[in-house]
């Protein structure tokens, strides 16, 4: 038993840490071996996460109880993930995209680094400091997991790595096949793309929401469900304004 204690101290140390060392370890090269990664597992959350988030989450009480964290420690979700939406960004360039290959490269690049893993810490550590800051329960009377009061970085980033991989196949799968569609001029492509990323960034909150609302010692957790009221707000004034999203981000990124 204390050796199982002893394993698990270094885990906790890295799951409780801040932004930086916590991104570092998702990110160390000797994390990323394949025969280390569960990948049959990887894949069974990524279907579930698009279907029945839910019971995604529910496996995080089960890693709570049995390695004392509520983040991963298998850094196969975020490998696999990232390298979807490199493949996606290179079929989009080879769809879109206008020589010189170099531009291409940076496109990739950016698709990963910056759109998926820096928009991702950026929001991971918005959202972990506000949930300790504002969101934690008085002294997490009555909860089982009373030691352990403050939201992991690394599980910040975890929600983030679960709500993005359903807006990946909405906005870069589903909407590359659609885009002869959503390209079009007037307002049924402009109504149709809008209403695609509408669904896509709600349902973004949505799966954000259910993660921190898993955590025993949070409460109000529902404030993570307001960009939902935010983006149907701004749905009609689009539509009605003949704004395309999906021309829109093809110009910003291709000049499409």
Sequence with gaps: RRAAT??????????????????????????NKWNQMDTEYTM??????????????????????????????DPAFVVILAALVALSAVAYCLAFGRPPLWRWAVGVAWAVFVDFLGTGAVIATVCWGISNAYLRRDGGAGHSHAVEQRVEWMYAFDVH??????????????QFFLSPLLLQ??????????????????????VTFLGYNQLPFLERTELFLCPIWLVLAALPLCIIGGFNATRFTLAMAFDY
């Design 185 to 206: 001029h007037g307002y049924l492509a402009a109504i149709a793309s809008d209403t695609l990323y509408a669904g896509a960034l709600s349902y973004y909150a949505y």
């Design 6 to 31: 002893t394993r698990a101290c270094p885990l906790r140390a890295r799951a409780n840490a801040g932004p930086a060392p916590a991104a570092a370890h998702v990110l160390a090269p000797t994390h």
């Design 161 to 174: 790595c679960n709500a993005y991989f359903p807006l990946f196949v909405t906005l870069y799968v589903l």
């Design 44 to 73: 069974w959350q990524m279907v579930n996460l698009c279907v029945a988030p839910k019971a995604v989450y529910k496996q995080t009480s089960f890693r709570k109880q049995t390695k004392n964290q509520w983040a991963r420690d």
